[in-house]
């Protein structure tokens, strides 16, 4: 009798135990699928202010007449795509660029803005044609809500003999030359003006009561280069990579590190941009496509670009 009380209670213990553990091993089973995965909340970018007290206050716009600059741009720099398939460039911008959009430089030479934060940025003084001057080339991540500057490259201890004050200015918000949420694309934004005005004489063809020789192609077909694993266009190449008579200077990782003068590089010192004023044979761009075309040289001719989402604005 003592014997089986003993084993009875055990049984009883032991079903009891089964009974509590039995919802967890269920939910074990069950867990792959009902599976809830959560998206990371994409949360708004952060605006700051930026004050430049006079842009001809420094080394980089020494010698600038006043009233040449017109208009400051603001160009975020973005993460680099992991695929190796995807080119940037051809040895212009190692990253792709956004241009954020463009803001007026006053009278006195000041501009205040609005900026994103926690972004590395770059700062184009442009003339009246939206060619660059002057280009910083060394990205600045600001994070304060004001950040105030004298002007581009100011000496250390530089004060203005007239100090202004941010409270006098109104805050100008970036107008944009193009779409601000997607990283400058040539094969996006340059070639349709390619295709709209250029290829019906310019593709590669000796052309009826044309020259003997066949047009520079600017066909957006596919070719590849040497230099890069990934695919690029005819255009891009006939128009970069010219060692006979190069129709474009740019700015990119093998230029000299030291700053240079303005007007000595860019879309202000590059031949196609002569060939494009006022007219090419008749053929007449608007002022906004050949703003575009100026800023995708000055940003570093980029061909290319991919940006993860939460970097967008």
Known sequence: ???????KGFT???????????PVWIGFFLLPFFTVTAEEPQRPPRRGRCFMQDVHAGTALKNVDRGVLTTLRIVAVEPKPASETVVVSLDGTE????????VPIENDGSAFFEIPLETPLLFQALDEKGRAVQSMRKPATLSAETTTCIGCHAPTGCVLDKPLSVTERKVRKPVPLVDPRFAFSYSALVQPIWDKHCVSCHCGEIMP????TPLMSLLPRVAVHRKVKGELTESYLNLVDRDDMPLIDWVGPKTTPPI???YSFGSIQSELMLHLEPDH??????????????CWIDIGIPFHAEIPKKSMP
């Open 1 to 7: 009798m003592l014997w089986y009380a003993v084993l």
């Open 12 to 22: 009883m213990n032991w079903n009891f135990l089964f009974l509590l553990v039995r």
């Open 95 to 102: 990253f792709p660029k956004r241009v954020v959009g463009d």
């Open 209 to 212: 009561d044309g020259p003997e």
């Open 260 to 262: 240079r003068k303005p």
């Open 281 to 294: 044979y008749e053929i007449e761009l608007s002022g906004l496509e050949k703003k575009i075309i100026a």
